[in-house]
């Protein structure tokens, strides 16, 4: 079983930036692939970004090239550094750990573990 407990969301200004963290438990993340996926409210839950366990980055169009994904091993951690922010990224964001590979990785059924989410505010 692994928990996963993300932090760092607020409110920022268009043009801001935060980082997300994604704190695991329970078992290490270096065998696992980590994704963000985000939600906003009557919307569905989308995906953001993923790192698979074997290596390589994917982004959403709509994040490429604004935010960056990383992990840290050693903290058994996953960040989402989020730059250039736009109102449209006001969203829940979640943190995610599994075994898939390849395209899998980017969505929803690729993952067994989800953390609870932290809201992201960007106001215009």
């Known amino acids: 079983q692994v928990q996963l407990v993300e932090s760092g969301g607020t409110l920022v200004q268009a043009g801001g930036s935060l980082r997300l963290s994604c704190a695991a438990s329970?078992?290490?993340?270096?065998?696992?692939?980590v994704g963000w996926f985000r939600q906003d409210p009557g919307k569905e839950r989308e995906f953001v970004a993923a790192?698979?366990?074997?290596?390589?980055?994917y982004y959403a169009d709509s994040v490429k090239g604004r935010f960056t994904i990383s992990r840290d091993n050693a903290k058994n951690t996953v960040y989402l550094q989020m730059n250039s922010l736009k109102p449209e990224d006001t969203a829940i964001y979640y943190c995610?750990?599994?075994?898939?590979?390849?395209?899998?990785?980017?969505?929803?059924?690729?993952?067994?573990?989800w953390g609870q989410g932290t809201q992201v505010t960007v106001s215009s």
């Open positions: 790192n698979p366990w074997n290596g390589g980055v």
């Open positions: 329970g078992r290490t993340l270096s065998i696992y692939g």
């Open positions: 995610a750990a599994g075994r898939t590979l390849g395209v899998a990785v980017t969505t929803l059924n690729g993952y067994d573990y």
